[in-house]
């Protein structure tokens, strides 16, 4: 299991109110990541980090964003949720340190957040 | 665009028989990554190819690299019941610090 974590696990709120999804790890890897994914569809990532004071908007458009004071943590927060924000949200991290026998930037997941908006 | 489009889509086998899966891609690569989700969980990192591998196995699991047509596949042999789940293949770009681009997934069923 990694060492990275999310909270909570399922939301369920009203449209137009504030909510921050929280992320964190414990590996001290730099790069870390949320994806959006709709039940039984592809990831798609919409923030990443490199570092702490970096954020990068991902591939899909998101009204959403995310903040990294702190190497472990990288929360993401909507302003106003909307029922378009319905969605699972996934967190993960890579360290760019190469595991033995292999190179390359492999992700580490959180167990995700379920959210819905009514 | 999509980089990563996984074929098929879902697949259901007796448990014992060997599963494969098909991944394809669209632009230069440095390594493909397969992946494991267990229903409403997060993903599992299986296995990583890089660019100048052809084959690489782990345990149960096999996978195959065709840079040429830009395509992997992976193979689960004797399957269980345990490999129910969804399997994404994921593409790092060949510049440097690239992110990850995961494909569409293929559902496993495993009948027991």
């Given at each position: ?93 890579s ?8 190179e390359g930037d492999t992700q ?11 | 665009?999509?980089q ?21 891609y669209?632009t230069s690569i440095n390594n493909l990554q ?14 990583l190819i890089r660019s ?38 994921a593409t790092e770009g060949d510049f440097g610090n690239e992110k990850l681009t ?11």
């Amino acid at each position: 299991e990694a060492d990275i974590y999310q909270t909570p696990r399922y939301l369920v709120i009203g449209t137009g109110k504030k909510i921050t999804l929280e992320c964190s790890q414990t590996m001290g890897h730099d790069k870390m990541y949320w994806y959006q994914q709709d039940p039984g569809m592809e990831l798609h990532l919409i923030h990443y980090s490199y570092g702490v004071n970096s954020t990068e908007k991902g591939d899909l458009s998101s009204e959403s964003t995310v903040s990294r004071i702190r190497t472990e943590h990288f929360p993401l927060t909507l302003e106003s949720a909307r029922p378009s924000h319905t969605s699972q949200y996934l967190c993960a991290s890579s360290d760019p340190v190469r595991l033995a026998g292999a190179e390359g930037d492999t992700q580490y997941f959180g167990p995700g957040t379920r959210l819905t908006v009514l | 665009s999509q980089q990563g489009e996984e074929d098929p889509q879902a697949l259901s086998i007796q448990e014992g028989e060997n599963a494969t899966m098909n991944c394809s891609y669209k632009t230069s690569i440095n390594n493909l990554q397969w992946y494991r989700q267990n229903s409403g969980r997060g993903l599992v990192h299986l296995i990583l190819i890089r660019s100048n591998e052809r084959e690489k196995h782990s345990g149960r699991l096999r996978v195959t690299l065709d840079t040429s047509k830009k395509s992997s596949s992976l193979l689960i042999t004797a399957s269980r019941a345990a490999d129910t789940a969804s399997y994404f293949c994921a593409t790092e770009g060949d510049f440097g610090n690239e992110k990850l681009t995961f494909g569409t997934g293929t559902r496993l069923t495993i009948i027991p």
